[in-house]
């Protein structure tokens, strides 16, 4: 069960690499990190979603007007991002030994015990360089002033709503249903709930916002309203939304405007 445990783990960060691609190439640009706290964050820093794309003109990628060291900056991006996409290659291709490996020594365990445990050293070995060659993908794909270790889940959602308070924003949290699906959704959930309280504080000149958690059977709902003026500033929920093939509804309401997306729980 444990190497079972941790091959779902494994499979889920290797989809979470080459999804979250396009959002970590925005912020090795220099888009502003979805980490940092409220009073990090200066209105003037956002994307329009997509990035931006470097001419051919000039031969070395720059664009008139362009100054030379950002165009060599988004070419470190774009070798940085190719060598990534190279090594997830990699990694698919362990992964799926690995699963097979775990397969066949779960079905030959009674019959040929002494195969079965050959079988999931090879897969522990495979295991073993999967984890390598993701840490070696996420050096590739660092974003600068990020942080490191632990990431946060929704136990530090009321942390981060305090904070929002002291900048000015009056936040209210309601959590609906019972929660579950693992770290992965959880992150991704608080970075959405982060970033839209953001937006209100910095771009909608928000003074008050209601969170709003709903798990549901199939999915988790998120919904931020708030008090503020129209923006559309949302390039890392629509990016971490993809993740989980869910969707981003924002529109403008009677007296503010409000962020809802819907992000499948994995099974």
């Known amino acids: 069960m444990m190497r079972l445990s941790a091959l779902r ?8 690499a080459r999804g979250g691609m396009a959002s970590l190439a925005a912020g090795l640009r220099g888009a502003p990190s979805a980490g940092r706290r409220p009073g990090a964050v200066s209105p003037g820093g956002d994307r329009a979603r997509g990035g931006r794309r470097v001419g051919a003109e000039g ?3 720059a664009r008139p007007g362009r100054p030379a060291h950002l165009a060599a900056e ?18 698919a291709h362990d992964l799926s030994v690995m699963t097979l490996g775990v ?13 079965a445990r050959r079988t999931f050293r090879e897969a522990e070995e495979s295991g073993r360089r999967v984890l390598s060659d ?9 974003v600068e002033g990020q942080r490191h270790g632990p990431q946060p889940g929704l136990g530090e959602l009321p942390g981060l709503i305090d904070d929002f308070r002291a900048s000015g924003l009056a936040v209210r949290l309601t959590e609906v ?5 693992g770290p992965t959704l959880e992150l ?6 982060e970033e839209a309280l953001g937006n209100a504080l910095w771009y909608g000149m928000a ?17 931020v309203h708030d008090d503020g003026l129209p923006r559309d500033r949302l390039v890392g929920t629509w990016e971490r939304a993809a993740l989980f093939g869910g969707s981003v509804a924002a529109h403008r309401l009677p007296g503010g405007f409000e962020v809802r997306v819907r992000l499948l729980r994995p099974a």
């Open 74 to 91: 988004d070419d470190v991006v774009r070798e940085r991002l190719r060598i990534a996409s190279e090594l997830h290659d990699l990694v």
């Open 59 to 61: 031969g070395d990628g």
């Open 188 to 193: 991704s959930a608080y970075r959405i709930v």
């Open 177 to 181: 249903g019972a929660r579950g699906s």
């Open 9 to 16: 783990v494994i499979h889920c960060w290797a989809a979470s």
């Open 103 to 115: 397969g066949a020594g779960r079905v030959i365990m009674d019959q040929d015990p002494e195969r």
């Open 207 to 223: 003074r008050s916002a209601t969170v709003t958690l709903r798990w549901l059977p199939a999915l988790l709902e998120v919904v």
């Open 134 to 142: 993701l840490r070696r993908m996420m050096g590739l794909l660092r």
